[in-house]
């Protein structure tokens, strides 16, 4: 409420979640879209909590569609060109990258690549 209150109806206000419990008590109907992570291990944050891979990603992300179908689901954490697949076929619609770009040769080609392989992914996850 207070985030809302401060930036406006029309600032998109995202939430990060990586337990069961987060996903049962955030606030989804006062949010516009929620990260689910860390998926992967990952060298941009320090992160005393495991990985949920994959399969936690799944278990998460139908903890929030079950209260918000609507709501759109991203991944965070370790996703990159390798393994950006699969979290779009264990439930994410979009994912939050930093090393993936960042430490990239050529940045906005590995954006170009990364990008493909999310949409295809989109396209081929079963509605």
């Known amino acids: 409420e207070d985030a809302r209150r401060l930036l406006g ?7 990060s979640i990586k337990t069961g419990k987060q996903a049962n008590d955030a606030p989804l109907e006062r949010i516009d879209y929620v990260c689910i992570g860390g998926v992967f291990e990952t060298n941009s944050k320090d992160n005393p909590d495991p ?13 929030v569609r079950a209260r918000r179908p609507d709501l759109p689901v991203g991944a965070i954490a370790g996703i990159d060109e390798r393994n950006a697949a699969t979290v779009i076929a264990a439930g994410a619609d979009g994912v939050a990258v930093i090393s993936a770009l960042s430490m990239a040769i050529e940045p906005k080609s590995a954006a170009a690549r990364l990008r493909s392989i999310v949409d295809r992914a989109l396209e081929d996850r079963p509605r």
């Open 9 to 15: 109806r029309r600032a998109i206000i995202g939430l």
């Open 51 to 63: 990985p949920v891979g994959p399969d936690g990603l799944r278990a998460l992300a139908g903890l």
